[in-house]
C-alpha cells in the first residue's frame, strides 16, 4: 500500500524558508492530490494545502509553494519568512479531502 | 471558513462502555454533486501521525474495528465507540473537506475512566 517519507530540517532560523519532501512508495504519486497538515505545540491540526490546483490556506497563502517532482515520485512544501508561530509538526498526506495515509511527521522549530 | 466545534473537549469513559464524541459545523457540508457529507474522523495518538477512522461521514475505512461508527448530516455529527478499549485512549478529530480552507475540529481527549 502506499507509504509516505517524510524528510527535511527540524530547525530553520526565523525569515528564512521551511523545506520538507515527501516521498511517495508503492504508488503511483500521479493519481491522487497530496496535502500538508501541521500541529502546533498543544494545539489541534491545521490544513496548509494540497497539490494539484494549488489550494492553500489563505491565512498562509502568500507563503506557500506545494509542488510535485513526478520524476521522483515526491512532493514538497515551502513556507518563507518563517517566525516561531510556524513552529509546529509538519505532516505530508495523501489525497485532497480526506487522508488515508500520512507521513511520519517532522517537528520544525523556529529559532536562531 | 468553517467553523467544526467538538463536545466535549475531554471524555473519560470506563473500560467497554460507549464514548460518544459530537461535532458540528458552522455550515451544511453536504456536497450537491455527490450528495454525500465532507466529513471525516481521525485518531491521533502522541508520537503517531492521525489515522483516518470514518470519511463521508459514516464510511468506515478499511481495517478499522466496526466498534467505531459515525452518524449525522448536514450540520451535527457523531462518532461512536461502542465498547472502549485501552488502545482507543487518543484524541479524536472531526474534519471537513467540504470547501477551502479544510478545517478541523479542536479535538476531544478520551480517556478511561
Known amino acids: 500500500q502506499v507509504q509516505l517519507q517524510q524528510s527535511g530540517p527540524g530547525l530553520v532560523k526565523p525569515s528564512e524558508t521551511l523545506s520538507l519532501t515527501c516521498t511517495v512508495s508503492?504508488?503511483?504519486?500521479?493519481?491522487?492530490?497530496w496535502s500538508w497538515i501541521r500541529q502546533p505545540p498543544g494545539q489541534g491540526l491545521e490544513w496548509i494545502g494540497y497539490?494539484?490546483?494549488?489550494n492553500y490556506n489563505p491565512s498562509l497563502k502568500s507563503r506557500v509553494t506545494i509542488s510535485v517532482d513526478m520524476s521522483k515520485n515526491q512532493f514538497s512544501l515551502k513556507l518563507s519568512s518563517v517566525t516561531a508561530a510556524d513552529t509546529a509538526v509538519y505532516y505530508c498526506?495523501?489525497?485532497?479531502?480526506?487522508?488515508?495515509?500520512w507521513g511520519q511527521g517532522t517537528l520544525v522549530t523556529v529559532s536562531s | 471558513d468553517i467553523v467544526m466545534t467538538q463536545s466535549p473537549e475531554s471524555l473519560s469513559v470506563s473500560l467497554g462502555e460507549r464514548a460518544t464524541i459530537n461535532c458540528k459545523s458552522s455550515?451544511?457540508?453536504?456536497?450537491?454533486?455527490?450528495?454525500?457529507?465532507?466529513l471525516a474522523w481521525y485518531q491521533h495518538k502522541p508520537g503517531q501521525p492521525p489515522k483516518l477512522l470514518i470519511y463521508?461521514?459514516?464510511t468506515r475505512e478499511s481495517g478499522v474495528p466496526d466498534r467505531f461508527s459515525g452518524s449525522g448530516s448536514e450540520t451535527d455529527f457523531t462518532l461512536t465507540i461502542s465498547s472502549l478499549q485501552a488502545e482507543d485512549v487518543a484524541v479524536y478529530y472531526c474534519?471537513?473537506?467540504?470547501?477551502?480552507?479544510?478545517?478541523f475540529g479542536q479535538g476531544t481527549k478520551v480517556e478511561i475512566k
Open positions: 498526506a495523501r489525497g485532497g479531502e480526506s487522508h488515508p495515509t
Open positions: 508503492g504508488g503511483s504519486i500521479r493519481i491522487n492530490h
Open positions: 497539490s494539484g490546483d494549488t
Open positions: 455550515q451544511s457540508i453536504l456536497s450537491s454533486s455527490n450528495k454525500k457529507t465532507c
Open positions: 463521508w461521514a459514516s
Open positions: 474534519h471537513q473537506y467540504y470547501s477551502i480552507p479544510r478545517t
